[in-house]
């Protein structure tokens, strides 16, 4: 799984991390990161419904 980010889109409104904690983390500024170790979207089977849960699509996922 590929997990694409566009930190210059996100407004920290945290439906990523609400959606896939597993995954997704906040930094101190409240921006979205992935949590180490966890690029592939591993550790959270709702990585996947992300996309949808960020009101401002800074959150791609694709297979591959
Ligand atoms: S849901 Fe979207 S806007 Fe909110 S923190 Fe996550 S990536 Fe940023």
Redesign the pocket.
Known sequence: MRII?DRDR????????LTAPGA?T?DDD???TLLPGHEDGTGDPNVRY?PG????Q??TVSDD
């Open positions: 980010i996100c407004i920290g409104a945290g439906q990523c991390v997704f906040q409240g921006l979205v992300v849960a960020c009101p401002v800074a959150v």
